[in-house]
């Protein structure tokens, strides 16, 4: 009790100060630093990425403190944490060239008070936000890996160790884990004095937190709206156990669509301009040359949600057959030929007939003519999915509206039989809410569970597996209070892959290994994986307190980002 209290205090102590900077901020370094808090370069649908791996940040680190070629990688095993070891390797550097003066004692002391509520500062001296950004953009425009760690050098020199930590914690994501749970939302309310609801909204409507706070500093919240082309992050749906557990929680009627086991894919359209985007907000349109086409004989323009999948007249393919779609930037006519692909839609996130298109120019502003759905229920957004006519490659998913808990099982065992791998079941009353994993859709898999977990060590194979890095400790994300962006450790697996991923794979654990411990070897945690297992138990083997029996890795999850792994708390829930 007594902790809760000590840690909404610290939380809305928190909020205050992430308010007053941004207060404090003009419009255009408003609008970079609430994207930097957001643990991005550039917000989350801008596709540019800085391509800087760990490898690159440790030896610029190393480079701009002219430390050793170990230091970064002795530092990071004290914390475990990127942007501290580059802090502590940069303040070694301050503290050798000015041993004990003011200054290096006052950057130690910003940074303890500022570790857990991280205000963006930007030093006093030394580059802007935007100017930083800047940097960023140059980054991404650097054409060699060795130029990027240049520039990289260049941008570390003119900024002092605590900027530099942000700006590693920024570079590889960490501060979206710290920053959940709406901090950044609630500051931005405080800070412009707008209801945080509004707030809220905005953000979920455009996917642009930084345009988001400089529409609130406006007054102009109800302003943001999805653009065409512009992916908002696709709403989530919660894990559930069983049908009884369901029925509980929704009540009846229930919606129950199938679960496709495909790609997540939003698909955006304004006449002949089709994208595609992974729930990652990559533009994946590339890949799939077919669907895009198909879709382009569409009358209608907006933005719909749903699945890419392998599909032959009509009939969806199994989810290994996709794989071979996976990472080619362009399928050849062979491949188009031998895995056909389509897409399932399951919503409508924006729809054609907002306001008119600009006469006097013909050249509407796509953005101007969508109007958003988000808000109205899912009954009333799937009406219009249905109204749709569709071409040959996009169909509408299987729906059922079960009343019992039988009836859902029933669905459940339909839906395993038409080969997919469950039910999505949702609130028809609920409105879209992107990025939200809340409890109005609720995902039923297989009888045998998975979780998505972090690669965090790897090990060398036995027998066939000789030489191979194929043994994987994973974990998941600790969600628990006051440890939110840690990892814990909750199994290891044999790698359940294929010969060539893992070949893959071991290239990849190779060039991203932190720390070697004989045939172990501590990695950058960045990969994820799905693991199959067929329960969870309590266990003292790993630090999440559980551990899994018979657990395989299912397959890998390109497109997840560690953020986005399991958490403690499903683990938790599994082995209730
Ligand atoms: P998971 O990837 O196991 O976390 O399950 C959630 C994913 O299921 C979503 O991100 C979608 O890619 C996928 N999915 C398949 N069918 C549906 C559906 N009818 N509604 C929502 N998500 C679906």
Same mark, same amino acid.
């Given at each position: 009790?007594?902790?809760?209290?000590?840690?909404?205090?610290?939380?809305?102590?928190?909020?205050?100060?992430?308010?007053?900077?941004? *207060?404090?901020?003009?419009?255009?370094?408003?609008?970079?630093?609430?994207?930097?808090?957001?643990?991005?370069?550039?917000?989350?649908?801008?596709?540019?990425?800085?391509?800087?791996?760990?490898?690159?940040?440790?030896?610029?680190?190393?480079?701009?403190?002219?430390?050793?070629?170990?230091?970064?990688?002795?530092?990071?095993?004290?914390?475990?944490?990127?942007?501290?070891?580059?802090?502590?390797?940069?303040?070694?550097?301050?503290?050798?060239?000015?041993?004990?003066? *003011?200054?290096?004692?006052?950057?130690?002391?910003?940074?303890?008070?500022?570790?857990?509520?991280?205000?963006?500062?930007s030093p006093d001296t030394g580059p802007s936000l935007p100017e930083v950004q800047a940097a960023f953009a140059s980054i991404v425009d650097a054409r060699r890996p060795a130029a990027r760690v240049d520039r990289l050098v260049d941008l570390f020199e003119r900024l002092d160790p605590l900027a530099v930590m942000y700006v590693v914690k920024v570079l590889s994501g960490d501060l979206r884990i710290g920053l959940r749970g709406g901090l950044l939302e609630s500051a931005i309310a405080d800070a412009f004095d707008r209801p945080l609801a509004d707030v809220q909204r905005a953000v979920m409507a455009s996917g642009d937190v930084g345009e988001v706070a400089r529409l609130a500093r406006d007054d102009r919240l109800g302003d943001a709206r999805p653009t065409l082309f512009r992916p908002l992050l696709p709403m989530l749906a919660s894990p559930a156990t069983d049908a009884a557990e369901i029925v509980a929680r929704l009540g009846t009627p229930l919606w129950a669509e199938d679960k496709y086991d495909g790609i997540r894919a939003q698909l955006h359209k304004a006449g002949t301009d089709v994208r595609l985007y992974s729930r990652d907000l990559h533009d994946i349109g590339g890949q799939f040359p077919d669907v895009v086409d198909s879709a382009r004989e569409m009358a209608w323009d907006g933005v719909l949600d749903g699945e890419l999948l392998a599909m032959a007249e009509g009939r969806i393919l199994p989810f290994a057959r996709l794989q071979?779609?996976?990472?080619?930037?362009?399928?050849?006519?062979?491949?188009?030929?031998? +895995?056909?692909?389509?897409?399932?839609?399951?919503?409508?996130?924006?729809?054609?007939?907002?306001?008119?298109?600009?006469?006097g120019t013909g050249a509407a502003d796509p953005s101007a003519?969508?109007?958003?759905?988000?808000?109205?229920?899912?009954?009333?957004?799937r009406a219009v999915l249905e109204a749709l006519r569709l071409p040959g490659r996009i169909v509408v998913g299987h729906l059922e509206h079960p009343a019992t808990a039988g009836e859902l099982d029933a669905a459940f065992d339909a839906a395993r039989a038409r080969g997919n791998?469950?039910? +999505?079941?949702?609130?028809?009353?609920?409105?879209?809410?992107?990025? *939200?994993?809340?409890?109005?859709?609720?995902?039923?898999?297989?009888?045998?569970?998975?979780?998505?977990?972090?690669? +965090?060590? +790897?090990e060398l194979g036995h027998g066939r597996r000789h030489g191979v890095l194929s043994d994987y400790t994973f974990a998941v994300r600790d969600d628990r209070p006051g440890h939110e962006g840690e990892l814990v450790t909750v199994g290891k697996a044999y790698s359940g892959l294929t010969d060539a991923e893992i070949a893959d794979m071991t290239r990849w654990f190779e060039a991203h290994t932190l720390q070697r411990h004989g045939r172990y070897r501590l990695v950058e945690p960045s990969v994820v994986v799905e693991v199959a297992f067929d329960r969870v138990q309590r266990s003292a083997r790993h630090a999440s307190g559980y551990a899994m029996r018979f657990p395989r890795i299912a397959r890998l999850r390109p497109d997840k980002r560690p953020a986005e792994a399991d958490a403690l708390s499903s683990v938790a829930a599994l082995a209730s």
């Open positions: 009790m007594a902790s809760g209290v000590a840690a909404t205090s610290r939380t809305s102590e928190k909020v205050a100060n992430l308010a007053a900077y941004l *207060r404090s901020l003009d419009p255009e370094s408003l609008e970079v630093a609430c994207v930097f808090l957001t643990g991005r370069p550039f917000p989350a649908s801008d596709p540019r990425s800085t391509g800087v791996g760990w490898a690159a940040v440790q030896e610029a680190v190393e480079r701009a403190a002219g430390a050793s070629p170990r230091a970064f990688g002795e530092a990071y095993d004290r914390s475990s944490d990127p942007g501290r070891a580059a802090f502590e390797v940069l303040s070694a550097r301050e503290t050798r060239e000015r041993a004990a003066t *003011r200054e290096a004692a006052s950057i130690a002391d910003r940074a303890a008070a500022d570790e857990r509520a991280p205000t963006g500062r071979a779609r996976l990472g080619r930037k362009e399928p050849d006519a062979e491949v188009l030929a031998t +895995v056909p692909a389509g897409y399932v839609a399951f919503d409508v996130i924006a729809a054609g007939g907002g306001e008119p298109a600009d006469a003519r969508v109007t958003p759905l988000l808000e109205r229920p899912l009954l009333e957004r791998e469950g039910l +999505v079941v949702k609130d028809p009353a609920s409105g879209y809410t992107p990025g *939200r994993r809340g409890l109005a859709w609720l995902k039923l898999k297989k009888a045998l569970a998975t979780l998505d977990c972090v690669v +965090v060590g +790897v």
